[in-house]
């Protein structure tokens, strides 16, 4: 079985082992524990590998990964922000056209009732305006 310097206070299987104490340890040592065998050190090499290749997995899973190529995560990213903004702008300029059609109808449809007011009051006002001078010739009249 592996044996390993302890290089700082850990948590090794159920066990708190202190740094300094060697211990015998079978699965891959992290960066607490410093190889002392050659099958210590055949462990943390395989380690080694076996992140080399979790990363190569990683990276070819995620093409836009910073850890490939950080400039093309920019432009991607870039693209990305891009095509959302001119999403935005059309949908701003169609809710803008809807706007304004409903207020074009909208005054069309209120168009005639306020001109019918206006034709009202208009029409009250003569009518009071023409009894107010009867009113007056009668009173004249009535002086005289």
Not at 30 to 57: F, M, T, V
Not at 92 to 105: G, K, T, V
């Amino acid at each position: 079985m592996p044996r390993y310097l302890v290089l700082e206070t850990s948590l090794i299987g159920n066990e708190i082992v202190e740094a300094g104490r060697e211990v015998d340890y079978d699965g891959y040592p992290s960066g607490n524990l410093q190889p002392l065998d050659d099958e210590g050190r055949a462990k943390a090499a395989e380690l080694i590998e076996l992140n080399k290749q979790r990363i190569r997995e990683m990276q070819a899973a995620n093409p836009f990964s910073p850890t490939i190529d950080p400039e093309a995560l920019g432009t991607a990213i870039a693209k990305a922000v891009g095509e959302a903004m001119a999403s935005l702008v059309n949908e701003q300029a169609d809710l803008r056209r809807q706007l304004d059609e409903a207020n074009a109808a909208l005054e069309q449809a209120t168009a005639p009732a306020a001109d019918a007011g206006k034709t009202a009051k208009g029409g009250k006002a003569a009518t009071a305006d023409a009894s107010a001078a009867g009113a007056g010739d009668g009173a004249a009249a009535a002086t005289a």
